[in-house]
């Protein structure tokens, strides 16, 4: 199983940008799917982000121009890059990890992931 640790997050005011990082351990001869949930409170967990082992990426529409996913393999960390927050960014944001049979795999079905970091908060003020 995959260990993920975060980091990054805090509190920014409107417009302004923030990184999250989130380093995982585990097999290498293995593919995995990474990808950023968010969860605001009294709501669901959604998709934010993903990126297979190749470096494919996909975006929930509501992030689309202003969040940027990244891997780098050499350092086992996958990045979340948000620039031009929003107030209604705010949430708990996790990193995910699932095993996947291609390189070229993304995944954004929460249920499709095997293994979750500890979720870091993103507080957005206007």
């Known amino acids: 199983q995959v260990q993920l640790v975060q980091s990054g997050g805090g509190l920014v005011q409107t417009g302004g940008s923030l990184m999250l990082s989130c380093v995982f351990s585990g097999r290498t001869d293995i593919n995995y799917a990474m990808g950023w949930f968010r969860q605001a409170p009294g709501k669901e967990r959604d998709f934010v982000a993903g ?48 095993r996947t049979g291609s390189d070229r795999t993304i995944r954004t079905a929460a249920s499709l992931f095997d293994s979750w970091g500890q979720g870091t908060q993103v507080t957005v003020s206007s």
């Open 51 to 98: 990126i297979s082992a190749s470096g494919r990426t996909s975006y929930a529409d509501s992030v689309k121009g202003r969040f940027t996913i990244s891997r780098d393999s050499r350092k086992s960390t996958i990045y979340l890059q948000m620039n031009s927050l929003k107030t209604e960014d705010t949430a708990v944001y996790y990193c995910a990890a699932g």
